[in-house]
């Protein structure tokens, strides 16, 4: 744990000071990569943000405006539907992607133009409960 930062130090004085006293205790010896140059990346300037979502296993449909990421959702909310077994559960997962399309239709558009009508829940519950039927 590093020390307070005293009172009428600038905040790069005490910094350099920790990076130096870190140095002095060699605990930036033998560092894997050391020596060797930063590897080139050729990957743009959000190329970490893609590399950390790679690593992290996240969508990245959550970076995009809504715009483009409710009818991403919304494509996929089939393959979701057809593993569900209960019908509050199928309702709850219509009603969610449903609200935020509502509000962002409510809301200034940012991004480009949200092409995307609110959706029929009762027709997706229906199709839903009607697919349960002919698969049984």
């Known amino acids: 744990m590093t020390e307070r930062k005293p009172p009428g130090m600038s905040f790069d004085t005490w910094v350099e000071r920790q990076i130096r006293r870190a ?3 060699g605990e930036f010896d033998d560092l894997p990569g050391a020596g060797k140059p930063l590897p080139r990346r050729n990957d743009g300037e959000l190329g970490w943000v893609a590399r950390k979502l790679e690593k992290e296993n996240l969508d990245a449909t959550a970076l995009l405006p809504p715009s ?3 009818p991403k959702e919304v494509e996929r909310l089939p393959e979701r539907l057809v593993r569900q077994r209960d019908e509050r559960e199928v309702r709850r997962l219509v009603e969610a992607p449903d609200e935020r399309i509502r ?4 809301a200034p558009q940012v991004g480009p133009l949200l092409r995307l ?3 029929d829940i009762e027709a997706v519950v229906r199709t839903w409960r009607e697919s349960r ?3 049984r």
């Open 68 to 70: 483009l990421a409710l």
């Open 23 to 25: 140095v002095e205790r």
């Open 103 to 106: 509000r962002a239709h409510a």
């Open 117 to 119: 009508g609110p959706l």
């Open 133 to 135: 039927r002919t698969n």
